[in-house]
C-alpha cells in the first residue's frame, strides 16, 4: 500500500523504491564526461594505470605507455585500503601530486580513490573519484561525494547485491550528482582460483535498470594478469561500457598487485583486440 511516509516502510526491499538511478527517471543511458573523454552512450571508455603511486618515474612511465596504447583515464592509487596493516598504504597527498604531473604531461584524465572524506581537498586534481568495494556503502561518504559534484566511480562491495549497489548510487544522485560509473569487480565466493568471482551477469542486469554506465574491473576479480584479457573482453561482449586494468611498467617489483597487473606490450595488444570487441557491440574505444 502507498504510504505517505516519504521514508516508505518498504524501502529497505528493493528496486522500485528507487528514483533518480532507475531508468523510469530516464530511460536514455547517461554518459559521463571529461574533457574529450567519455564513458557510456556507445563510448567505451578505458581507465588503466598502477593499483598505486609509487614514484614519479613510474606513474609517468605507465600514463605514457596507456596513453600510446589507447587509454582515455589514468587510474592510480594514493590512499590505499589494504587488508594487511603492514602492506604498502600508498604515497597518500604526493601520489596525488604525482598523478597531476602525469596529467600535464599524458593529458588524460585521473581516476583515483577516496576512502576518507576529509581527504576530499585533496582531490581537486582528480576528475573522477573512486570509491572502492570496502566503502560502498560509506554513507556519509557517499552523500557527501552526491554534494560535491564531481564524477564518482563506485564500485561494487564484495559481498553487495546490485540491488544494494544502485542504493549506494542513488545515495549519490539523490544530493544532486547526476555523474555516477557503476563498477562490478568480483565478489568473495567459496572460489578461490580467481581473487573474486566477477558477477558477469551484473553487466546486463544493471544495463536494463540504470541509465547509469557500467564498466568491469577484470583485474581485480580475476586477481591473475594471464586472466585478464580474456575477462575483459566477456566484459565487453556483456554489454559494459568500460574496462578498469591495472597495468603496471614493472609488475614484478609493484607494491601492490603486481601478480594482477598488465604490462604495457600486454595491455597495448589487449587493446587492439578489445577495439575490435567494441565494434561488435556497435560502440566505439
Ligand atoms: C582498486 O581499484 O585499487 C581497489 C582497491 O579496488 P576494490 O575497491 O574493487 O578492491
Ligand atoms: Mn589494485
Request: charge should be neutral; include cysteine; hydrophobic fraction near 40%.
Amino acid at each position: 500500500m502507498a504510504s505517505n511516509n516519504t521514508y516508505s516502510a518498504y524501502a529497505e526491499s528493493g528496486t522500485e523504491t528507487l528514483k533518480k538511478v532507475t531508468r523510469g527517471f530516464r530511460p536514455e543511458d547517461s554518459v559521463i564526461s571529461v574533457e574529450t573523454h567519455a564513458i557510456g552512450g556507445g563510448k567505451t571508455g578505458v581507465i588503466a594505470g598502477p593499483c598505486a603511486v609509487e614514484s614519479e618515474k613510474q606513474i609517468i612511465a605507465v600514463a605514457k605507455a596507456v596513453k600510446t596504447a589507447g587509454a582515455s583515464f589514468l587510474r592510480g592509487g594514493a590512499f590505499k585500503l589494504r587488508t594487511n596493516p603492514y602492506s604498502f598504504q600508498g604515497m597518500g597527498r604526493d601520489g596525488i601530486k604525482l598523478l597531476a604531473t602525469a596529467k600535464k604531461e599524458t593529458g588524460l584524465p585521473l581516476v583515483s580513490e577516496i576512502t576518507e572524506i576529509k581527504q576530499l581537498d585533496y582531490f581537486y586534481d582528480i576528475d573522477i573519484i573512486q570509491v572502492g568495494a570496502r566503502n560502498m556503502q560509506n554513507f556519509s561518504l557517499l552523500k557527501e561525494l552526491g554534494k560535491y559534484g564531481k564524477p564518482v566511480l563506485l564500485k561494487r562491495g564484495l559481498a553487495s547485491t546490485v540491488t544494494e549497489l544502485l542504493m549506494a548510487a542513488e545515495y549519490i544522485m539523490s544530493e544532486g550528482n547526476a555523474n555516477v560509473i557503476l563498477c562490478e569487480r568480483g565478489l568473495r565466493t567459496f572460489e578461490t582460483f580467481s581473487r573474486s568471482t566477477l558477477d558477469i551477469a551484473a553487466v546486463p542486469w544493471l544495463k536494463q535498470r540504470t541509465h547509469l554506465p557500467v564498466i568491469v574491473d577484470p583485474s581485480h576479480a580475476a586477481g591473475d594478469a594471464s586472466l585478464v584479457p580474456a575477462v575483459a573482453k566477456a566484459a565487453i561482449a556483456a554489454g559494459a561500457d568500460g574496462l578498469m586494468l591495472e597495468v603496471h611498467n614493472d609488475p614484478e617489483h609493484a607494491l601492490c598487485d603486481g601478480e594482477q597487473s598488465l604490462t604495457p606490450d600486454a595491455f597495448s595488444d589487449l587493446m587492439i583486440a578489445l577495439k575490435k570487441y567494441a565494434e561488435l557491440e556497435g560502440k566505439i574505444l
